[in-house]
Nanobody, 136 residues
Framework: QVQLVESGGGSVQAGGSLRLSCAAS????????MGWFRQAPGKEREGVAV???????SYADSVKGRFTISQDNAKNTLYLQMNSLKPEDTAMYYC??????????????????????????????WGQGTQVTVSS
């Protein structure tokens, strides 16, 4: 059984930093991609960053230069380092992973090659989320 458990959320002031973690179990972590998503109240879920098994990364334009996605294969843990946080970053943050390798390309296309709104519907496994609140 696959389990993804996020942690590290909290409340910070604008300009501050947080590091989110996602501990994965029951998943062949190093074989596929994983991603971070967020959903603010009243808004659609959106992709934030994805990382492929080779370490390549893609980011939403809104977080480029501020957020960094990384992974520790030995610990089966995904991270999202968030710097220079803004009030508009306030949302519930989720990590997710797909069953099929083909889903990985969707994230790369949507965030990197041909940027478009993307909510990660191709991903199958989701954590319970961790809340990030940024005050001005």
């Amino acid at each position: 059984q696959v389990q993804l458990v996020e942690s590290g959320g909290g409340s910070v002031q604008a300009g501050g930093s947080l590091r989110l973690s996602c501990a994965a179990s029951g998943y062949t972590y190093s074989s596929y991609c994983m991603g971070w998503f967020r959903q603010a109240p009243g808004k659609e879920r959106e992709g934030v960053a994805v990382i492929d098994s080779d370490g390549s990364t893609s980011y939403a334009d809104s977080v480029k230069g501020r957020f960094t996605i990384s992974q520790d294969n030995a610990k089966n843990t995904l991270y999202l380092q968030m710097n220079s946080l803004k009030p508009e970053d306030t949302a519930m943050y989720y990590c997710a992973a797909p069953i099929f390798r083909g889903a990985c390309m969707e994230g790369v296309q949507a965030l990197g090659i041909h940027p478009r709104a993307w909510g990660g519907d191709e991903y199958n496994y989701w954590g319970q989320g961790t809340q990030v609140t940024v005050s001005s």
